[in-house]
C-alpha cells in the first residue's frame, strides 16, 4: 500500500509511505508518535488519566513494575495497564 492515497472526506490527501502515515502538509506521522515506545511517569499517567503524583505512590507500593532504564518503562513493559 506504499504511496497509496487514502480516501475522501477527512482523509483526503493524507497518504501512507513504508510504515508512515503523510498528512496533506508533509508532516510524517510514524507508530512511535500514536503510541511512545517507552513512557515517562508523566506519559503515564496523561494514558491513565491520573495524576504524577498517583503514578509515583504506585510506584511506592510496587503496584507498578519497575523501569526499564532511564526512569522510563517500555511499551511492552506497561502495555497491559493502558486503555
Known amino acids: 500500500m ?6 475522501t472526506g477527512d482523509w483526503s490527501g493524507w497518504k501512507i509511505s ?3 502515515l503523510i498528512s496533506p502538509s508533509g508532516r510524517e506521522y510514524k ?5 511512545p515506545r517507552e ?5 503515564l499517567a496523561k494514558a491513565l488519566g491520573v495524576t504524577r503524583g498517583a ?3 504506585r510506584l511506592r507500593r510496587g503496584t ?20
Not at 506504499?2 to 480516501?7: A, E, P, R, S, V
Open 2 to 7: 506504499n504511496n497509496d492515497w487514502i480516501g
Open 18 to 20: 513504508g510504515n508512515a
Open 31 to 35: 507508530p512511535e508518535d500514536v503510541e
Open 39 to 43: 513512557y515517562t511517569q508523566a506519559d
Open 55 to 57: 503514578i509515583a505512590d
Open 64 to 83: 507498578l513494575p519497575p523501569f526499564d532504564h532511564d526512569k522510563k518503562w517500555k511499551y511492552e513493559t506497561i502495555r497491559h495497564l493502558l486503555p
